[in-house]
Each structure stands twice: as C-alpha cells, then as structure tokens.
C-alpha cells in the first residue's frame, strides 16, 4: 500500500525561502510528484521525481530522496501568490505504467506580506 | 479545448437523489481519472480510463457509484441514492497516456447532499 505523510500548515513572509517536506510509503516505487492547488481551484503540476537529487525549476525545486523515502519542496522568494495547498503524490500502480496517484492531505502554505 | 472542464461546477442534492457528474478531457488525451476531495483530504482516487480497456474500478466506494466513457472522450461519474458522506469535489483528470507524468485537472464538481 501506500502512506504520505505531509505537515498539514505553513507560514512565511514574502521574499522568504520554504521547504515543504513529504514522506512516503509505497509498495513499487514510481516516481513522486508535487502539485499546487489554489482554493477552489484544480491541481496543477510542479514537478516529478525518479531519480535522486534536486531538480530546479525557477522558484521552485524539488528534491528526492528514495532511500529515505522522503521529498520536498523548496519555493524561494515567496510571493503572496504561492499561498496555496502543496499535494505530493505517487503513483499507485506498480511497474513501468504511471496513471493512478495516491495523494497526501497537502501542505496548506499562508504567505504573510 | 484547451483544459480540462467539468460540470456542472457546483450540484447541491437531497440524501437518497441520483447526481451526475460529467467531465470533458483534453482532446487526444488516452487516459482519465476520477478523483474525490473531500474537506481536509487529500484526492482519494476513484476510477481510470485507458483507451478501450476495461476501467479501473478499484477505488470507487460503494455500488451505488459508477462511471461511464464515451471513447476517447467525455466522461460521467453517477452517484445513486447520495448520502452526506458522498458530499465531496469531484475531479476529473487528463493525461496524454497511461504512462504520461502529468495529470491535468479539471476545476471540479462541488456536490453537497443535504
């Protein structure tokens, strides 16, 4: 089975540096992803891990770590638009397919001016 | 089009009502998912659709749940007799295969049960 375990609140200021952090349980690993969703608003993709390491994309990057079962999420110079629930996911199913996503309860992040 | 969409945005219903729920996907895309959020939760997957395969069914609640595809192409989740507990959004997901790294979502489906 599956288990992600993510804090569920964050604050911080603009401008500042956040690391949301996420461990994971999984039968077959697949690869770990990390998306933003906006009250109300649908998820959207930020980025996927397989292999170890960071990888950087703009503001934001994502580190792996499968030996430890663990990731996170690094968003630098905050801005009031990042306030939003952070979701990391994996895939259920095992084997070389993706499709179905086990997610955490996300990371609900507040930016404060 | 160019997202996912889904409607109707919001449904509010009686306990004991039928409710459905369509979602349009990206045109060309294989795959689709149903996913349910409930307050507080995290998305809780419900079923897929790959192609003409048979659905993946494995994660839908209870009988009175049940999703249909047209194709490649639009999708409804029907919920029988609602309950509160059904109370939840409803997202729909696209991606271009199976194997695809991206999910993209639709806005969701808001449904309350009274």
């Known amino acids: 089975g599956q288990n992600i375990d993510q804090p569920t609140e964050m604050t911080a200021t603009e401008g500042a540096i956040v690391q949301i952090n996420c461990t994971y349980q999984?039968?077959?690993?697949?690869?770990l992803f990390w998306y933003q969703q906006h009250a109300g608003e649908a998820p959207t993709f930020l980025s996927y891990?397989?292999?170890?390491g960071l990888e950087e994309k703009g503001r934001f990057s994502s580190f792996l770590s499968r030996s430890k079962g663990y990731s996170y999420l690094l968003l630098k110079e905050l801005q009031m638009k990042d306030s939003a629930s952070y979701l990391c996911?994996?895939?259920?199913?095992?084997?070389?397919?993706?499709?179905?996503?086990?997610f955490g309860r996300g990371t609900q992040l507040t930016v404060w001016p | 089009g160019a997202g996912v969409s889904q409607s109707p945005s919001n449904k509010v219903t009686e306990k004991g009502k039928d409710v459905e729920l369509r979602c349009d996907p990206i045109?060309?895309?294989?795959?689709l998912y149903w996913y349910r959020q409930r307050l507080g939760q995290g998305l809780e997957f419900l079923i897929y659709?790959?192609?003409?395969?048979?659905?993946?069914k494995s994660g839908l609640p209870s009988d009175r749940f049940s999703a249909e595809r047209t194709g490649e192409s639009v999708s409804t989740l029907t919920i029988q007799r609602t309950q509160q507990e059904d109370s939840a959004v409803y997202l729909c997901?696209?991606?271009?295969?199976?194997?695809?790294?991206?999910?993209?979502f639709g806005p969701g489906t808001r449904l309350t049960v009274l």
């Open positions: 659709f790959q192609g003409n395969s048979a659905p993946d």
């Open positions: 996911a994996v895939p259920i199913d095992r084997g070389s397919t993706l499709g179905r996503l086990y």
């Open positions: 999984t039968s077959g690993f697949n690869g």
């Open positions: 891990n397989v292999l170890d």
């Open positions: 997901a696209s991606s271009l295969k199976q194997g695809g790294n991206e999910q993209f």
């Open positions: 045109s060309g895309h294989t795959a």
